[in-house]
């Protein structure tokens, strides 16, 4: 039978002669390359279809059993082909015999190449396989047709995967053309020009080839090309790299030299001028107050993705429902989420508490989804904080413990405990590089309260080796000795490591309630080095209840230089009325002791609008994103107050921390060349902070600590030139602190790179008292305001047309226009007619209560 020989089919010689090469050449091959024997030899053969690529996909896979293609069988037998042939000769019986054949050859192939690889001929007599023919199912299938009509499509969607619109000449026969033209549209056929060609008898590869001018190519010499390369270049060892200048500098040097000035930049001043310095001081960096990354990614094994098992049983439009019933309107304004001032939605805690007795079950699930994510966010956030000012010896010295450390989750439904373990697993990590991932990590005891029985069965799918309580002890009512009607000792107390009690003051109203519930969980704390976190949300009123929490820790129970004890005068004037304080410290964000100076009255002030609070942003979970009905961002800033105390351990005399003013001018001097700057240079920058280390010794101070430093209590204000931060000092004052680019350029360049809630170590150039808008309890808020101002216009309107009916008045007049339909009067007008009517206002209260003090 005579074969036609296509392009394509003369192409199959070179990618089988390739594929040996690649893999087995005759100087290469070995026993130890033939770790798949002979059997992966001779499937790697059949899978080399002509003109495709060698780790092309096309081409069928033989059964190693058998040797025939798994297209051609189904269910044990080989079906007959359904492809029409080309040749109108052939007809089905003879195609499946030609193919039967084929099949033979293949399967002798096979087994001809397992003997030769268990009796270790192949090195020597690899030859005998006839590795580099054609392969006869393609060569066949131009004349005969191809095996089935499954085979046919297969084919021609592999060539459609791999080359698309575009296909090699000669790579579909007829029949496959007509194929893909039906199912995808007529291709693009590329002329491909095949250019040295290897001879059968060429065995090296190690030849290069060049273009000799006239269309051809001609061989070239190794040693004689690197002859005919450039004279190597001698470069100049002390001269600076020449960068390559970047488009963005390009075109900002063009248009200085068309302006006829200079570049100065500072975004490309590390570009131009690089140095050897690190990116941020170190001690800018050990101030810093967000986490790292800075934006929170819940992790999916412990949060997102158990919270999305839960909720796939219930439908999404039910619990969307029930969270904006539940959290006041379709953006949640009432749940961890602050709305925005311009909103004016009413400061309301969160409806759902973890220590509620009832909670339905949609309501549960309304918690998880809402809740979470921001209490997580926040909790986590704090903790990284407190983790930073304590150092890495207080957290190690908790996993450090026989079982490990206790945390209590009072208010946070189990969100807590997942963010304190998330904490734990990192430090675990750091200590342990080296352990295993599938390892458990000493996560210690949790502890958390959850009043609804619906609540508890979720948090409990998540949390492992969990307690759950129902409501916390209360501590502060129960007697803590023995009295004369009962000598037995007092019951023994539960007390953690770890509080973390988020959005739990905001929802009790009255002041000492506030106060009781502060102090359990001060009782509930170790009263050696417990931490307790206290947080809400970053308004106003969250604010205030923070505050009002840290006025009672200071004023009652932490013990500080100059108040050492505190005066009940509920007691019984026969006993001692003096209570001692406990040793214990403000952990964060304060790094200072005194009242704080956004507080001035306690309880709720009208208009206030400088509060203390930070926020941590965190990419919302896909459930969230269901609720909230947003498509266009998937991130959340949440806003928060907090604090934290530490009991019984005062760091400011363990370590030496000074805070007071004397803090206060040795962090306006700035600590930029503490950690490599002589002694007496030190002492000479910074009287307060000294170093004992004899003259000439780089030392760092004992008593330096970052709770030495000021906080950044509002976004810096990156101006151009200079940076501006609203700093709260460790002498308790609100400070406006100015670092210029002229001041230092370290400090200036960590400045643009601060952020709001760092502690900032590298000091300033100037700084003034910041006006504070604190509010006034007993004042009056903004609609209180406007209805007096309305009153009082309405009062003098009328006074005045009276007045200006009777002889003689001194009423001033003072004439309004009225605004007619369509006119625009400009505001500086408006601002004159305001203030001519507050200026007549005034004259004409003053003459009235004149008057009255005559008649009187």
């Not at 050696?528 to 206290?534: E, T």
Request: hydrophobic share 35%.
């Amino acid at each position: 039978m005579m074969l036609l020989r296509s392009p394509a089919s003369r192409t199959s010689r070179s990618c089988s002669h390739g594929l040996l090469r690649s893999i087995a050449s005759k100087s290469q091959i070995g026993s130890q390359q033939l770790r798949g024997g002979a059997t992966g030899f001779i499937a790697q053969r059949y899978r080399c279809t002509n003109a495709f690529p060698l780790n092309s996909p096309i081409g069928f896979p033989r059964n190693t059993a058998t040797g025939y293609s798994t297209g051609a069988l189904r269910n044990g037998r080989r079906y007959a082909s359904t492809a029409p042939p080309t040749d109108e000769n052939v007809n089905t019986d003879q195609k499946d015999a030609v193919y039967g054949v084929i099949d033979k050859i293949e399967q002798n192939e096979m087994e001809m190449a397992e003997l030769m690889d268990e009796l270790n001929m192949l090195d020597d007599y690899w030859e005998a396989l006839n590795l580099d023919g054609p392969e006869l199912d393609h060569a066949f299938s131009e004349t005969i047709g191809h095996r089935n009509q499954e085979t046919l499509e297969a084919r021609v969607q592999e060539a459609r995967q791999v080359f698309g619109d575009t296909l090699p000449d000669g790579l579909l026969n007829a029949t496959e053309l007509r194929l893909y033209t039906q199912l995808y549209g007529e291709p693009i056929i590329r002329q491909e020009e095949l250019g040295l060609e290897l001879e059968e008898n060429e065995t090296s590869l190690d030849v290069l080839y060049r273009e000799d001018g006239q269309g051809g190519w001609e061989p070239v010499d190794l040693e004689q090309a690197e002859s005919e390369d450039e004279p190597p270049l001698v470069y100049d060892m002390e001269a600076d790299l020449v960068e390559d200048e970047s488009i963005a500098m390009q075109r900002t040097r063009e248009v200085a030299e068309q302006l006829g000035g200079e570049i100065m930049l500072e975004q490309f001043e590390e570009e131009a001028n690089p140095d050897d310095a690190p990116r941020l001081h170190p001690l800018t960096v050990e101030g810093k107050f967000s986490t790292n990354p800075s934006t929170v990614f819940l992790p999916r094994d412990t949060v997102t993705g158990p919270i999305s098992v839960i909720l796939s049983d219930y439908s999404n439009k039910h619990i969307a429902e029930v969270a904006h019933r539940t959290f006041g309107g379709a953006r949640l304004p009432h749940s961890t989420t602050t709305p925005p001032p311009r909103a004016q939605m009413p400061q309301l805690p969160i409806p759902l508490d973890a220590s509620q007795r009832h909670m339905t079950e949609m309501e549960a699930n309304a918690y998880l989804a809402a809740l979470y994510p921001g209490m997580y966010t926040s909790v986590l956030s704090t903790l990284v904080e407190v983790r930073k000012r304590l150092g890495a010896e207080w957290l190690r010295g908790l996993i450090a413990k026989e079982d490990g450390p206790h945390i209590l989750d009072a208010s946070a439904g189990g969100a807590g405990v997942l963010a304190w373990r998330d904490v734990i697993r990192a430090e675990w990590e750091l200590m342990s590089p080296d352990h295993p991932k599938t390892s458990p990590c000493p996560v210690g005891r949790s502890t958390v309260v959850t009043g609804s029985d619906a609540l508890q069965m979720r948090a409990s799918m998540m949390l492992e080796n969990t307690s759950f309580l129902p409501r916390l002890p209360d501590y502060v009512h129960i007697r803590a000795k023995p009295t004369l009607d009962d000598e037995r000792a007092p019951p023994k107390r539960k007390q953690y490591d770890i509080i973390v009690a988020p959005h739990s003051l905001l929802r009790i109203d009255e002041e000492f309630l506030r106060k009781e519930h502060v102090e359990n969980l001060w009782n509930l704390l170790n009263p050696d080095g417990g931490v307790l976190i206290l947080l809400e949300k970053g308004h106003q009123k969250g604010f205030e209840a923070i505050a009002g929490a840290r006025e009672m820790l200071l004023k009652r129970l932490i013990s500080s230089p100059g108040s050492t004890e505190y005066t009940n005068f509920t007691e019984s004037p026969i006993e001692d009325s003096q209570i001692e304080k406990e040793p214990g410290m403000i952990v964060a964000p304060c790094t200072n002791h005194e009242r704080c100076p956004m507080f001035n009255t306690p309880g709720h002030s009208k208009g206030r609008k400088d509060y203390c609070h930070f926020q941590q942003r965190y990419i919302r979970p896909p459930f969230l994103q269901r609720i909230l009905g947003a498509k266009d961002r998937n991130h959340e800033d949440v806003k928060f107050s907090y604090i934290a105390v530490q009991r019984g351990v005062d760091l400011r005399e363990t370590k030496g921390i000074v805070q007071g003013p004397e803090a206060t001018e040795a962090a306006f001097a700035g600590y930029e060349d503490l950690l490599g700057t002589p002694a007496e240079d030190m002492e000479a920058s910074n009287e307060t902070v000294s170093s004992q280390a004899e003259t000439g010794e780089q030392a760092k101070p004992e008593n330096f600590h970052t709770l030495s430093l000021p906080r950044i209590v509002y976004p810096p204000m990156k101006r151009r030139g200079h940076v501006i931060f609203d700093m709260c000092t460790p002498a308790g004052k609100i400070e406006r602190w100015t670092v210029p680019r002229s001041y230092s350029r370290r400090a200036y360049k960590d400045a643009r790179k601060s952020n709001w809630g760092d502690l900032w170590a590298l000091g300033a150039k100037t700084r003034i008292a910041r006006s504070l808008r604190l509010g006034d309890k007993h004042g009056e808020g903004k609609k209180e305001r406007l209805a007096r101002r309305a009153a009082l216009k309405a009062e003098l309107a009328e006074e005045g047309e009276l007045e200006e009916q009777s002889e003689g008045s001194d009423w001033p007049e003072v004439p309004i226009p009225q605004r007619k339909k369509g006119q625009t009067i400009p505001s500086w007008k408006k601002h004159v007619d305001k203030k001519k009517v507050r200026q007549a206002s005034k004259k004409h209260a003053a003459a009235k209560v004149a008057q009255d003090d005559f008649l009187i």
